[in-house]
T-cell receptor
Framework: DQQVKQNSPSLSVQEGRISILNCDYT??????FLWYKKYPAEGPTFLIS?????DKNEDGRFTVFLNKSAKHLSLHIVPSQPGDSAVYFC????????????FGKGTKLSVKP | DSGVTQTPKHLITATGQRVTLRCSPR?????VYWYQQSLDQGLQFLIQ???????AKGNILERFSAQQFPDLHSELNLSSLELGDSALYFC??????????????FGPGTRLTVL
């Protein structure tokens, strides 16, 4: 049973517009959420994270929103750039000393010039 | 460059064989994680080591095993390989306990092809 779900396998956006990537989770014990970006032939790269005590975290063009009641988080990229084209993975952790992450299947973002 | 290195980059082998994947974590990181990414799948957590000790186990098959050595590098051993084991295997490392403990830094991966 998937605990972290990214229901959109792909998303296409025009350069300069907003990209919104969505992620849903089922485990209410998750208290830390991360987004990773992955280019072909490379490992995932950490992008931005949010703790469950917050509902928003912003870093430059990237903002992550967390809605705990809906068990939903989203990543907003504004403005989108062609270099943002990659696969984006949502990940969650229930903290503690283990720290292993549960990943979604990813959303492939294509930003068209 | 994340600072995490993995060797080899590519590995092609036959069913029934055994292979060893190697990972060197970022300098100073004590935790090492192994993940498997099959076609069209997300990253599946396999196992975590912390300072030489097994810390957590995910969906790791009994045919697979791992260890972390005193110099903190880690090896993932895959035996009795099957076609379905073909995948990308990623290693990640993270800093010691603290607020950044959950941020993991990934290596470039090893692509395993079982023929």
């Amino acid at each position: 049973d998937q605990q972290v779900k990214q229901n959109s396998p792909s998303l296409s956006v025009q350069e300069g517009r907003i990209s919104i990537l969505n992620c849903d989770y089922t485990n209410s014990m998750f208290d830390y959420f991360l987004w990773y970006k992955k280019y072909p032939a490379e490992g995932p790269t950490f992008l931005i994270s949010i703790s469950s005590i917050k509902d928003k975290n912003e870093d430059g063009r990237f903002t992550v929103f967390l809605n705990k009641s809906a068990k939903h988080l989203s990543l907003h990229i504004v403005p989108s750039q062609p270099g943002d084209s990659a696969v984006y993975f949502c990940a969650a952790s229930d903290g503690g000393s283990q720290g292993n992450l549960i990943f979604g299947k990813g959303t492939k973002l294509s930003v068209k010039p | 460059d994340s600072g995490v290195t993995q060797t080899p980059k590519h590995l092609i082998t036959a069913t029934g064989q055994r292979v060893t994947l190697r990972c060197s974590p970022r300098s100073g990181d004590l935790s090492v994680y192994w993940y498997q990414q099959s076609l069209d799948q997300g990253l599946q957590f396999l196992i975590q080591y912390y300072n030489g000790e097994e810390r957590a186990k995910g969906n790791i098959l009994e045919r697979f095993s791992a260890q972390q050595f005193p110099d903190l590098h880690s090896e993932l051993n895959l035996s009795s390989l099957e076609l379905g084991d073909s995948a990308l295997y990623f290693c990640a490392s993270s800093a010691p306990q603290g607020v950044w403990d959950n941020e993991q830094f990934f290596g470039p991966g090893t692509r395993l092809t079982v023929l």
